[in-house]
Nanobody, 116 residues
Framework: QVQLVESGGGLVQAGGSLRLSCAASGSIFSIPTMGWYRQAPGKQRELVAVITSGVTTNSADSVKGRFTISRDNAKNTVYLQMNSLKPEDTAVYYC??????????WGQGTQVTVSS
């Protein structure tokens, strides 16, 4: 089993920044992919950004140029630096880890609220 612990959410004004962290622990053998999804009230969970093998990244068009995903492999931790935040970025952000077997693990979620 893999456990994911997220931190860094909170309330920020539009234009501000937040940095989310997600640390993986437990039976970690190989987790090539980690990333972030988000879910706003009344909407489906959507991809924010993922990073594979610590190098390859993919992100939603809505956050390109504003959000940056990175990973510290030694710490099994993935980060999401969020700049120029907008009210529409308000959501619960979930960390995702994908084992090399394809099994997925989700964090408990952290609330990000951007006020206008």
């Amino acid at each position: 089993q893999v456990q994911l612990v997220e931190s860094g959410g909170g309330l920020v004004q539009a234009g501000g920044s937040l940095r989310l962290s997600c640390a993986a622990s437990g039976s970690i053998f190989s987790i090539p992919t980690m990333g972030w999804y988000r879910q706003a009230p009344g909407k489906q969970r959507e991809l924010v950004a993922v990073i594979t093998s610590g190098v390859t990244t993919n992100s939603a068009d809505s956050v390109k140029g504003r959000f940056t995903i990175s990973r510290d492999n030694a710490k099994n931790t993935v980060y999401l630096q969020m700049n120029s935040l907008k009210p529409e970025d308000t959501a619960v952000y979930y960390c995702l880890a994908v084992e090399n077997t394809g099994r997925r693990y989700w964090g408990q979620g952290t609330q990000v609220t951007v006020s206008s």
